[in-house]
């Protein structure tokens, strides 16, 4: 019985609660519905229609200027890390195209060259066998004239030693007169060229006189030329014989002074 | 034109037809002024809200989905997003100073006009120092009628927040209006200097 009459204790106060609630909620509602709002004016109707005007009259260059779209962060910052990513990829294709290209400039160029130089040398080796042939011809030819001096030489000597010691006399008949050589290449400007009792009686070659002039012996001194020819244009030197001499005929200068080649058998003048 | 369902007439406004613009603005421009002036308490910026509110409608006809709200739920939330945007960019401070010597100075007014206006005044006080959360969602009961998931919508939250924001807010009226309750009647209420 009590607890009956607690429970419905209990529910009169909760009803009770309830009904005071409802009672707050209704006075609020009540309340609150006192405050009228004032309604728009008409100004704001002519305002709106007049913005709706003008936005139809916007040209569709005004329209896409100020367009504009809303793109999430994420998304947008992964196109961008894209974007950078391309054209990083981009340049370094670029330059990787461009060390190609220079390479293969720079290689072309390498290849260019070589054979200009190949073509150069080929020309220059055609050129240095032309005047080499053409040296032997003019040596050979300074050797017949070497050849018949010679005997005449020998014939004088005979005659000589016949006459008094004391009375030798140069004779211009004697002299060894080398011809100027002409046509010859720079690459021969300084030759050497053996001058020998042997060498006299045989043609040598361009390849065996250069052999010679790379193995120049104490006994068979350097006589420059240029120091000599300046003497009245005569190389006048000692000369023993059987030993072979080596007597250098610098062109140019040749070419400027023409030489008479003098030569002292056994310390007496003899020309 | 005036039997038309919103959706049609949306898109025709945003292609351009006045007449629809016209039908869809006359539906809610009553609506969305007065949560708009209720939500700033200033006539200047509940117009200028509407007016944006309904050209954001026609600029942006596709942002509309009526598979996902309906319409009256679509332009409440511009309308709250203007209103919260414009009240936290200025700064803005709510004042009915203006409104008081409007109300209090006009001898054309009978008793029970002022005791309104009074009353009404003393309302908005107490709306204006409630949290701007708590505000909207009693707006949007109490005065635009919408039910619990119409608000969750709007306020892009869910019911149950809604109804606990819907409580805290009541509490915190009944607090600032308490002088009021004294009287079952409020309106024989006296304003208290």
Redesign the interface.
């Known amino acids: 019985m009590r607890k009956e009459a607690k429970n419905n204790l209990d529910n009169c106060e909760n009803f009770s609660n309830l009904d005071s609630l409802n009672i707050e909620e209704k006075e609020l509602k009540t309340i609150l519905s006192s405050w009228k709002t004032l309604k728009p004016s008409p100004a704001l109707d002519k305002k709106v229609l007049s913005a709706f005007h003008k936005k139809q009259k916007e040209s569709f260059f005004y329209k896409f200027i100020h367009s504009s779209i809303k793109v999430p962060l994420p998304i947008a910052a992964s196109i961008l890390v894209l974007f950078l990513i391309t054209i990083w990829f981009s340049i370094a294709n670029q330059t990787s195209n461009l060390n190609n290209n220079i390479n293969y400039i720079s290689k072309e160029i390498i290849e260019t060259r070589q054979n200009q130089y190949t073509k150069i040398s080929e020309e220059n080796n055609n050129m240095l066998s032309n005047n080499r042939n053409i040296i032997s011809k003019h040596i050979s030819k300074e050797i017949i004239t070497i050849t018949k001096n010679k005997k005449n030489y020998s014939q004088l000597r005979k005659s000589n030693s016949n006459k008094s010691k004391n009375n030798i006399q140069t004779d211009s008949s004697n002299v060894f007169r080398l011809q100027r050589p002409y046509l010859l290449a720079s690459n021969f400007e300084k030759q050497l060229v053996p001058l020998s009792n042997s060498w006299l009686e045989q043609t040598l070659s361009l390849d065996e006189l250069e052999s010679n002039y790379k193995k120049p012996s104490k006994y068979h001194p350097h006589i420059s030329l240029n120091k000599q020819a300046n003497c009245n244009n005569n190389l006048v030197f000692p000369v023993m014989e059987n030993y072979n001499y080596y007597v250098p005929l610098s062109i140019s200068n040749i070419e400027k002074y023409p030489v008479k080649l003098i030569l002292n058998i056994n310390n007496k003048s003899v020309q | 034109m005036l039997y038309q369902s919103d959706e049609v007439l949306l898109k025709k406004a945003s292609k351009?037809e006045?007449a629809a613009?016209?039908a869809l603005?006359e539906r809610y421009?009553?609506r969305v002024?007065?949560f708009s002036?209720?939500m700033l308490n200033s006539?200047e910026k509940?117009?200028d809200v509407?007016?944006d509110c309904?050209?954001f409608l026609?600029?942006n006809p596709s942002r509309f989905d009526s598979k996902r709200s309906s319409f009256i739920t679509y332009i409440y939330s511009i309308a709250r997003n203007l209103s919260l945007k414009c009240f936290n960019s200025h700064n803005y401070e709510l004042s009915v100073s203006d409104f008081e010597e409007d109300y209090y100075f006009s001898p054309a007014l009978e008793l029970k006009q002022v005791l309104?206006k009074e009353?009404?005044l003393v309302?908005?006080k107490a709306?204006s120092r409630l949290p701007s959360n708590q505000k909207e969602v009693?707006i949007l009961t109490?005065?635009e009628e919408l039910s619990l998931s119409e608000i969750a919508i709007i306020t892009t939250t869910n019911i149950g927040v809604v109804k606990s924001r819907l409580h805290r807010g009541?509490e915190n009226?009944?607090k600032l209006?308490l002088e009021?309750?004294s009287n079952?009647n409020?309106?024989t209420l006296v304003r208290k200097i």
């Open positions: 351009g006045e613009f016209i603005y421009k009553n002024f007065s002036y209720r006539i509940a117009e509407t007016q309904f050209l026609i600029k309104d009353l009404s309302i908005e709306f009693l109490e005065y009541r009226l009944r209006l009021y309750y079952n409020p309106f």
